[in-house]
Every structure is written in structure tokens, then in C-alpha cells.
């Protein structure tokens, strides 16, 4: 695998280190979990698809276009309210 060079300004720099640290990694590591965890809009609407069509076929469960809206914006509530409540 070659390296590539990502220019980013200072301030984010240190604060990737923080971070890094934090976990007990690098910044390199950090980057790199980042690229492979975060999914593009493409991939998130593409495992919608294939979760909807799985919950169909095993269960018979057919979810609608507003029920995972309003699952989406619970998870959402919920992960914020969990944030706040960490700090």
C-alpha cells in the first residue's frame, strides 16, 4: 500500500492527535478506521435496501419508506441524547 499525503489545517491536525491518543493509535490509524467505517449516501441507501428485502424474506416484515424515517430519526434522539449525556 503506498501513502498518500491529505493536507489539513493545523488546528485539525491537532485535534486528530488528541483524539489518536486518546485511543491509543495514530493519526494514520484514525484516518484510516474513518474511510472504512463511514458509509457514503450511496452505501447507506443501498443497505436500507438490502436490510428491507432481508426483514421481507425471513420475516415477513415489510417496512415502509416512514417507518424507517421515524426508526432513523430515534436512533438518531437517542445516539444525541447519549452524547449529551456523556458530557
Excluded: C, N, W
Aim: proline share 1%.
Amino acid at each position: 500500500m503506498s501513502d498518500a499525503m491529505i493536507r489539513v489545517p493545523a488546528d485539525v491536525r491537532d485535534r486528530l492527535a488528541v483524539i489518536a491518543e486518546s485511543r491509543g493509535t495514530s493519526i494514520r490509524s484514525l484516518v484510516q478506521e474513518f474511510a472504512e467505517s463511514t458509509l457514503t449516501d450511496e452505501e447507506r441507501r443501498d443497505r436500507a435496501e438490502r436490510t428491507r428485502a432481508y426483514l421481507a424474506e425471513h420475516f415477513g416484515v415489510a417496512v415502509s419508506d416512514e417507518e424507517s424515517a421515524a426508526m432513523g430519526r430515534k436512533l438518531r434522539d437517542a445516539f444525541a441524547h447519549r452524547t449529551d449525556s456523556a458530557a
